[in-house]
Nanobody, 118 residues
Framework: QVQLVESGGGLVQAGDSLRLSCVGS????????IGWFRQAPGKEREFVGR????????YYADSVKGRFTISRDNARNAVYLLMNSLKPDDTAVYSC???????????WGPGTQVTVSS
């Protein structure tokens, strides 16, 4: 199994950029597709985007397409979420999750808070 921990959250202003990291341990990180999700207070968890195990393919929710970029470095057991042109609506707890191809997201990190002020 893999354990995930996110970092890089914080308080920023609208229009700023932020890069989140998701680091894995205890398992073969490169075997897993990694997804990013977010949950704002009082709202359901929302899919943000995902990257395949090799990093060869990414997919994004329409709400972040063109502003967010996911990348990974399997040598460092890390996946990154670069967030540009942040908006107050991007305020949420951001979590990464791992799954094998065709499976469900089974392993989750605890999340990191991102707050965007107007």
């Amino acid at each position: 199994q893999v354990q995930l921990v996110e970092s890089g959250g914080g308080l920023v202003q609208a229009g700023d950029s932020l890069r989140l990291s998701c680091v894995g341990s205890r398992g073969t990180f490169s075997n897993y597709l990694i997804g990013w999700f977010r949950q704002a207070p009082g709202k359901e968890r929302e899919f943000v985007g995902r990257i395949t195990s090799t990093g060869g393919d990414t997919y994004y929710a329409d709400s972040v397409k063109g502003r967010f970029t996911i990348s990974r470095d399997n040598a460092r057991n890390a996946v990154y979420l670069l967030m540009n042109s942040l908006k107050p609506d991007d305020t949420a707890v951001y979590s990464c999750a791992a799954r094998v191809t065709g499976g469900k997201y089974y392993y989750w990190g605890p999340g990191t808070q991102v707050t965007v002020s107007s």
